[in-house]
C-alpha cells in the first residue's frame, strides 16, 4: 500500500487542489476528499478530476478536516492510494427518504456482484463497508438500518457530512459528482490486514431514564420519565432545569447499550417548551443512560493500543472536536493518532454510523495494518 496525501487552505479552489495534490502521482486506485463547506464542492470536485480524469472519488464536505495528525479548519485535505491489495467498488445512493429495504439489498448485492461475490458464500474477513451520508438529511439513522440489514454481517463505519456547523446543506463526492440528499456507500475487498474502529470516552453513571414522549422522526424528545424532558434531564443530572447549561448537555450526553457496546445520543437545543432534540433519533420506550466523560486524550490512547496502521481513515464526532478545541487537546490527541498510523486522514462529522446504527460523540475508523 502507497499512501499519498496533501492538504491546503489557499482560498482559492484551483491553488488549493494544486497544492494537496503535490505528491501524489499520476495514477491511484482511488482519491479520498474532505473539504470545508467555505470551497464549492461542483469546483473542488471538477478540480482534482481535470487532474485524475479516470481515478474514483469519495469523500465529503465537513466541519473540520484532519491530516497526519493535524487538525484544521476551512482546509481541503486529500488522500491518493495505490491499493494493490485492495479492490474498492463504489456506489451512490440517491433520495434518502425513499430509500427502502429492497434497494439496500440490491446495493449491497450490485457492489457485491463487482467484486465477484456470491452473497451466500462471503470471505467476511476480507469485506469492509463504508458510508457518507448527507448530515443534513435527518435520514441516516434510516439509511445506516436498512444497509446495516443488507451488508448481513459486513462490517459497516462511517460519518455524515457536515458544513462548518451552519447545518443548512451538505454535499458527498462521487466520480459521477457532487451530491445532497444522498450517500455513497464502499464496499472493499482487502487481503491487506485491516480493523475497524469504534471510540469513545463516555462512561455510563448509574442514573437511567427512559423516553415516555418523542418524535424519532424530528429528533425530539417530550418527556422523559413521564416529566417535561428538560425537567427530567436536569435531575438526572443534579441540577434545577433553569440552571442547565450548554457545558451540561455537552458533556453529559445520554447513553444506550447494544450487543455490550455503548452508543451515544448526543443532545442538540433545549426548547422553550422543556423538550429536547437530539442529533440521533430517540424513539418512545427507549431506557437511557446519562454518562459522564473520561480523559479523551487517555481514552483514545487504550482504544488504539492495539493498533500499528500503515493507514487510518477516520470519521470524529463534531462535538469531540468542539471539546478538543475547548480543552486544547486536538495536537495531544494528533500525537496519539500518529503514534500509531503512520498516515492519517480524517474528518469531523455531524453523526457516525457504527454496524446498523447512527450515533454521536464517538470516532470511528478503518486501519489498515503496517
Not at 489557499?10 to 482511488?30: G, Y
Request: net charge negative; with cysteine.
Amino acid at each position: 500500500m502507497n499512501v499519498y496525501q496533501g492538504m491546503s487552505q489557499h482560498p482559492d479552489v484551483s491553488t488549493s487542489v494544486d497544492e494537496a495534490c503535490q505528491s501524489i502521482p499520476d495514477a491511484v486506485d482511488l482519491f479520498i476528499v474532505f473539504s470545508s463547506a467555505s470551497y464549492d464542492p461542483d469546483d473542488v470536485l471538477k478540480e482534482l478530476q481535470a487532474r485524475y480524469p479516470s481515478t474514483p472519488v469519495i469523500g465529503c464536505t465537513t466541519s473540520g478536516e484532519y491530516l497526519q495528525g493535524k487538525h484544521y479548519n476551512e482546509s481541503i485535505v486529500i488522500t491518493g492510494l495505490e491499493t494493490p491489495q485492495v479492490d474498492w467498488e463504489i456506489q451512490l445512493i440517491k433520495g434518502l427518504g425513499e430509500f427502502d429495504s429492497t434497494q439496500a439489498t440490491d446495493t449491497v448485492n450490485m457492489l457485491l456482484s463487482a467484486h465477484d461475490l456470491d452473497p451466500d458464500n462471503l470471505p467476511y474477513s476480507e469485506l469492509f463497508s463504508l458510508l457518507f451520508v448527507d448530515g443534513v438529511s435527518m435520514q441516516e439513522e434510516h439509511v445506516a438500518s436498512l444497509l446495516g440489514d443488507a451488508l448481513d454481517g459486513i462490517p459497516l463505519i462511517g460519518g455524515s457530512a457536515g458544513d462548518d456547523l451552519k447545518f443548512t446543506k451538505t454535499s458527498l463526492y462521487h466520480q459521477s459528482g457532487v451530491h445532497s440528499d444522498a450517500a455513497v456507500l464502499v464496499i472493499g475487498r482487502s487481503t491487506h490486514p485491516f480493523k475497524l474502529i469504534k471510540h469513545q470516552h463516555l462512561q455510563p453513571s448509574s442514573h437511567r431514564i427512559a423516553v415516555t414522549r418523542a418524535d424519532p422522526e424530528n429528533r425530539r424528545v417530550y418527556e422523559i420519565d413521564g416529566y417535561p424532558a428538560v425537567v427530567a434531564y436536569a435531575r438526572a443530572l443534579g441540577v434545577n432545569p433553569e440552571d442547565l447549561s450548554t457545558d451540561d448537555t455537552f458533556l453529559r450526553p445520554l447513553t444506550i447499550e447494544f450487543n455490550k457496546e455503548l452508543y451515544t445520543r448526543s443532545i442538540q437545543a433545549i426548547h422553550d417548551d422543556q423538550s429536547i432534540s437530539f442529533y440521533c433519533a430517540i424513539e418512545e420506550g427507549m431506557v437511557l443512560n446519562v454518562s459522564t466523560p473520561t480523559d479523551m486524550v487517555e481514552a483514545l490512547e487504550e482504544a488504539l493500543s492495539d493498533v500499528d496502521a500503515e493507514f487510518m481513515l477516520g470519521c470524529n464526532c463534531i462535538l469531540r472536536s468542539l471539546e478538543a478545541k475547548g480543552k486544547d487537546l486536538h495536537d495531544q490527541l494528533g500525537d496519539v493518532i500518529m503514534s500509531h498510523s503512520k498516515n492519517f486522514i480524517a474528518f469531523d462529522t455531524y453523526g457516525e454510523q457504527h454496524q446498523g446504527l447512527h450515533i454521536n460523540q464517538t470516532f470511528v475508523a478503518l486501519a489498515f495494518a503496517s
